[in-house]
């Protein structure tokens, strides 16, 4: 399938971006990944509703209004032949002089959209959950925006890799925030429990969802801090994001969560979620 590239569909190996782009130079940029189940952009609105908050923070020039974003993707979508799979989306400052500041004579921001091959958790992981090691946050404190500066991020994952876990649950202040590409839940006493939307964490699109599934499933859920001692108590942990949809975390510094298997709570989110996507 093709790329975009700043208005121009090319095979992806004829896409190619200037190396001063401040994208390359200072990660410089946003970014989105939006799942796409049987042809359709999964909470398309809520993804592209984030996309102009990013924007905004970073004060990017908005290059597309919303009717350009669902064209842009609709045209991604049309040029594969893959029905499920992930739209990425970024959009960096633009090229320019290396100097930190933004440029001050306006450049147009560089836009890039993909398709990108990818399938939902296999079976295995959906009934078996996921291991995870707990690590401190080290990342800057404006985690709300979906920067492609990655960095911690990166760091974070591959502290679980070498740890051969699936996921990082990271700390910061003694006070839960994320993994290192997800949200993380917990169930502690018949509740759900998530950190607070604030400077901290990424808004999921799946956070809102979450809630709802909650909502729908009768499950009181509850947005406030929670503490280290409260996440090695829980029940059950999970985690979500657009490409591993909900999963249970089933062992977490070696140690079980829980019974070491996918909990009730779980299995009712998962339920709500997997009709959603159908
Ligand atoms: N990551 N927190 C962080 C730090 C993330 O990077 C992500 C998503 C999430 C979950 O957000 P959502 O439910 O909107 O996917 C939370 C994407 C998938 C990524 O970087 O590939």
């Known amino acids: 399938s093709q790329v975009y590239l700043n208005g121009e569909f090319l095979r992806v190996d004829e896409a190619k971006v200037s190396v001063l782009d401040r994208g390359f130079i200072f990660g ?13 952009a999964f909470r398309m609105a809520e993804h592209l509703n984030r996309l102009d908050r990013s924007l905004a923070a970073l004060r990017i020039a908005q290059p597309f209004d919303r009717a350009g974003w669902i064209d842009l993707i609709q045209q991604l979508l ?8 992930i739209v990425y989306l970024q959009v960096t400052r633009g090229v320019a002089k290396r100097d930190h500041q933004f440029p001050s004579t306006p450049v147009a921001p560089t836009v890039f959209g993909m398709i990108s091959a990818w399938a939902p958790p296999p079976a295995a992981q959906r009934e078996r959950g996921l291991s995870a090691i ?6 800057w404190l404006h985690c709300e925006i979906k ?11 591959q502290q679980a890799v070498d740890a051969q876990v699936d996921e990082v649950v990271q700390f910061r202040d003694g006070y839960l925030t994320e993994g290192s590409s997800t949200n993380i839940w917990v169930v502690s006493g018949g509740k759900l429990l998530a950190p607070p939307k604030n400077n901290l964490i990424l808004e999921g699109i799946r956070y809102g969802l979450m809630g709802e599934l909650a909502a729908e499933a009768g499950i009181p859920f509850e947005s406030r801090p929670i503490s280290r001692e409260e996440v090695e108590q829980a029940d059950e942990l999970m985690l979500s994001s657009a490409t591993k949809e909900v999963l249970a975390i089933v062992s977490l510094d070696g140690k079980p969560v829980g019974t070491g298997k996918p909990g009730p709570v779980f299995a009712q989110l998962r339920a709500g979620y997997d009709a959603r996507i159908a």
């Open 28 to 40: 410089d940029g946003i970014y989105e990944v939006v799942p796409v189940y049987q042809g359709n």
């Open 147 to 157: 920067s492609v500066s990655l960095l911690g991020n990166v760091l974070a994952k």
């Open 134 to 139: 707990s690590i401190p946050d080290e990342r």
């Open 78 to 85: 049309a040029r594969t032949k893959l029905e499920t799979c």
